[in-house]
């Protein structure tokens, strides 16, 4: 089984290859983000996992909310609101940048 494997990645010139090196979007700087009036008066903290685009240039596209916390006091929507200035040093294979879907983590502490 294992020459077989061997034999069909040297096919695809795999076996000679060496692997791309990959790496992932960093923040080029920290968002600013508005805290949510509806947890502002009670000091709570939240964060938001945001699933967006990153596109070779470091902006940011169609984001989605995959996790908030906690749930329904507005985290979510500033997150989103604010995705619009993200800059993020983009993923990059083997020195150049390319365009990746990534998980985007915002913080909201109740001293900003």
């Known amino acids: 089984m294992k020459a077989v494997l061997l034999v069909l990645m040297a096919g695809l010139g795999l076996a000679s290859e060496t692997p791309p090196q990959v790496t992932g979007p960093t923040w080029m700087r920290t968002p600013l983000v508005t805290f949510p009036p509806e947890a502002r008066g009670r000091l709570v903290e939240g964060r938001v996992f945001l699933n967006c685009l990153v596109l070779s240039d470091g902006s940011v596209r169609d984001c989605r909310i995959e996790r908030e916390e906690p749930p329904g006091l507005g985290f979510g929507r500033e997150a989103l609101a604010?995705?619009?200035?993200?800059?993020?040093?983009?993923?990059m294979r083997s020195g150049a940048p390319i365009e990746t879907r990534a998980t985007v983590p915002v913080v909201f502490r109740a001293s900003d």
């Open 82 to 91: 604010a995705s619009a200035t993200f800059r993020l040093r983009p993923a």
